[in-house]
């Protein structure tokens, strides 16, 4: 099974600000297999990228991913105030796994 | 456009089985699979297990194997998730979510059902 650990716990930002998210692979993450989750207070989680870096169907291009083999970000340029929220990296180059999450909050 | 529209709140006792049902529409079932995710109240998100929409095919989380069953009725395009003993650990959020991947069950999963909770209490 490969462990994602995500870092930091918890981001405290402002609007306007750029976030980036790490996500930490216990071993190399095969064809970079790597998507990333945003989920809202009280909703499900929603896919923002996947295969690393493809930003999924409706997703802002102020949202990037990159990385590769063990190493991964999730970068949000201009922080908007519906950004506010906690994310998922999750790989499937194995059976899939997610990353305990990371909170970005309003500072 | 793609749904995935999930039963309703279920309040079990320990050691009862509860069943949630999702109900894909707005794409071609047997083309894709369905993951069950579970989210305890203020945790992360837990894979539980897969089934492949063009076959049937399944895969469980070591954690649940033995008390999770999936299954599908492709003529209607719902699936569902029967989990049996259940626990007080149980309880929670359940989202059954479409999965790319309806062969070899390493997908990402692109649409998510809206949730189910489940409560497991005496």
């Known amino acids: 099974e490969i462990v994602l650990t995500q870092s930091p716990g918890t981001l405290s930002l402002s609007p306007g600000e750029r976030a980036t998210l790490s996500c930490r692979a216990s071993?190399?993450?095969?064809?970079?297999?790597l998507a990333w989750y945003q989920q809202q207070p009280g909703q499900a989680p929603r896919l923002l990228l996947y295969?690393?870096?493809v930003r999924a169907t409706g997703i802002p291009d102020r949202f990037s991913g990159g990385g590769s083999g063990t190493d991964f970000t999730l970068t949000i340029n201009r922080l908007e105030p519906e950004d506010f929220a906690v994310y998922y990296c999750q790989q499937y180059a194995v059976s899939p796994t997610f990353g305990q999450g990371t909170k970005v909050e309003i500072k | 456009q793609v749904q995935l529209i999930q039963s309703t709140t279920e309040v079990k006792k320990p050691g009862a089985s509860v069943k949630v049902s999702c109900t894909a529409s707005g794409y071609s079932f047997t083309n894709y699979a369905i993951t069950w995710v579970r989210q305890a109240r203020g945790q992360g998100l837990e894979r539980m297990g897969w089934i492949s929409g063009h076959n049937g095919n399944t895969k469980y989380a070591e954690e649940v194997q033995g008390r999770l069953s999936l299954t599908i009725d492709t003529s209607t395009n719902t699936a569902y998730m029967e989990m049996r003993s259940l626990r007080s650990d149980d309880t929670a959020v359940y989202y059954c979510v479409r999965d790319n991947d309806y062969i070899w069950g390493r997908g990402y999963f692109d649409y998510w059902g809206q949730g189910t909770l489940v409560i497991v209490s005496s």
């Open positions: 295969d690393t870096f």
């Open positions: 071993q190399s993450v095969s064809r970079n297999y």
